[in-house]
């Protein structure tokens, strides 16, 4: 056999150095928005350790700009430069169990995002070092010369450094304006509105540092101390928490907590609307993604279940380490992920038994609603495969009325009944419970047909032989009755003392 020849390959190398304007300018479109943005800088804090953030906003001045003042360990100028280098972690490198970083990206690509003067003032061991990148210097001489600052204490917001601690400072807000860059009024009204949007999500993110009576964190917008929205409403006292599982791999332990919140009406209005957040609870629902208690994914099944409204209150916590990022796709914003397999199946068989378990629970709920032992107003059919609602006839308050009647007017009466069942404006009625069905409640009743109502209700029920002792209790278990109790209780007083009488 011949001897096989193989020809070494014969290379050349040039300078392939990326152009610093080009790449720079690239960093800004990262998918960041003022919300994750701001979170990344925390994230930066609190690996730091610090204990107290201050976020400092001036959007009424001529040149409007935003401050993130922090107390943690600071940095040496050495840090510093290091710090402000565009990628200055590996991901793949061993990560401290609370570290929050991912890249090494955070702070200049958030800031970026949001900015086109980034500075950075740091103090540690009673030395102070600062450093700037500043987009249009970059664009203009298309370098990566990074500016260091001799005199800090000239810089906006030296002010607010602390003896040990940092201060990021963003300038030049371009990307705030919201296209107001000429009309201050407005520029500053847009910007206050994207502050209260990103309040929220900083509340909502960071909630299990915010928490406690010795809370790991203070954070606060412009002096005003920011309180945390803890999605599950852990501490509610009607929260319904079911034991925690752990899935332990190779890579760390995942645990899963599943939490079915509580009635809108066993809630408070800002508790409500403040665990629902801005799109409502049925499309906060599904899983919340921690990793290192940071909040990463706010609700959504991730293709494991549908949003209805029958689940809209089911809320499973899911906490991983951060060595699990590469199985778990974490993004450079810390604001996505991906499930890996063995964690999908996992889940899928979770939220599956925790899913079919409030729907039964609702459901259950719904029957009892129309019980015809209960008097029901409406009666639920079912018709050749659909669900009807009837007005019920045979109600005390329809009857009593009907007999009341002359023989001619009856069917009338009944007519008309039947027709107000027939109307009923079902599409209307499911796009409002679908979008907001917190907000749909029924029309008041007057004190002379709630009136009518208990005397009917409770005449049959003593024709039926329900003792006058049990009538109390057996007219609260009519939900329509016992959500108005505190009117109705002194009418069935009336009654009885008239029946006794």
């Not at 793949?92 to 003067?117: H, I, N, P, V, W």
């Not at 917001?157 to 860059?181: F, M, N, Q």
């Not at 034991?243 to 509580?262: A, K």
């Not at 089911?314 to 990022?325: E, K, L, S």
């Amino acid at each position: 056999m011949g001897t096989v020849t193989r020809n070494k390959l014969e290379t050349r190398e040039v300078d392939a150095t990326p152009y610093a304007a080009s790449l720079i300018e690239g960093h800004r479109d990262f998918g960041y928005n003022l919300e994750t943005a701001l979170a990344d800088i925390i994230d930066n804090a609190i690996t730091a350790g610090a204990r107290t953030v201050e976020l400092i906003a001036d959007t009424v001045a001529d040149e409007p700009w935003i401050a993130l003042a922090d107390d943690g360990s600071g940095m040496t100028e050495t840090e510093l430069v290091e710090a402000m280098r565009l990628g200055s972690k590996n991901p793949t490198d061993e990560r401290e169990a609370e570290d929050l970083g991912r890249f090494g990206l955070g702070l200049k690509s958030a800031s970026f995002s949001q900015c086109r003067g980034l500075t950075v003032l740091t103090r540690q061991d009673d030395r102070t070092s600062c450093a700037r990148w500043d987009l249009d210097r970059v664009a203009k001489r298309n370098d990566w010369s990074l500016e260091l600052i001799d005199n800090p204490e000239l810089v906006t917001g030296h002010d607010l450094l602390p003896e040990t601690g940092t201060v990021v400072i963003w300038e030049k807000l371009d990307r705030l304006s919201g296209g107001y860059a000429h009309d201050r009024a407005k520029r500053a009204e847009h910007m206050n509105s994207e502050l209260s949007h990103a309040e929220h999500h900083l509340r909502l993110v960071f909630h299990r540092f915010l928490e406690g009576a010795k809370p790991r964190l203070k954070l606060s917008l412009n002096g005003r101390p920011l309180k945390p929205i803890d999605p599950m409403a852990t501490s509610h006292a009607a929260t319904q928490k079911d034991p925690e599982e752990i899935l332990r791999l190779r890579q760390g332990d995942v645990l899963i907590r599943c939490h079915t919140l509580p009635h809108h009406k066993r809630m408070s209005r800002e508790e409500w609307e403040e665990t629902g957040g801005p799109e409502g609870h049925l499309k906060s629902q599904g899983l919340y993604v921690y990793r290192e208690k940071r909040l990463i994914i706010a609700g959504g099944w991730l293709g494991l279940a549908r949003q209805t409204e029958l689940t809209k209150l089911c809320r499973i916590a899911v906490d991983i380490p951060n060595t699990m990022d590469a199985e778990w796709k974490i993004d450079v914003k810390k604001a996505s992920a991906q499930l890996p397999p063995v964690v999908r199946e996992r889940l899928k068989k979770v939220v599956e038994r925790f899913v079919g378990t409030s729907k039964r629970t609702y459901r259950s709920r719904g029957q009892k609603l129309v019980d015809e032992t209960r008097f029901p107003i409406w009666n639920r059919v079912q018709k050749d495969g659909q669900i009807v609602f009837r007005p019920n006839l045979e109600h005390p308050v329809f009857r009593t009325y009907a007999e009341q009647l002359p023989e001619d007017l009856r069917e009338g009466f009944e007519r008309c009944l039947r027709i107000v069942g027939s109307g009923l404006p079902i599409e209307t009625l499911h796009a409002e419970l679908v979008g907001n069905a917190e907000a749909v409640t029924a029309d008041e009743t007057s004190a002379n047909d709630l009136e009518e109502l208990v005397y009917s209700l409770a005449v049959t029920l003593m024709e039926n032989g329900v003792p006058s002792d049990a009538l109390s209790d057996t007219l609260q278990s009519n939900p329509f009755l016992r959500v108005r109790w505190e009117a109705a209780a002194p009418i069935l007083e009336d009654f009885l003392r008239t029946r006794i009488s």
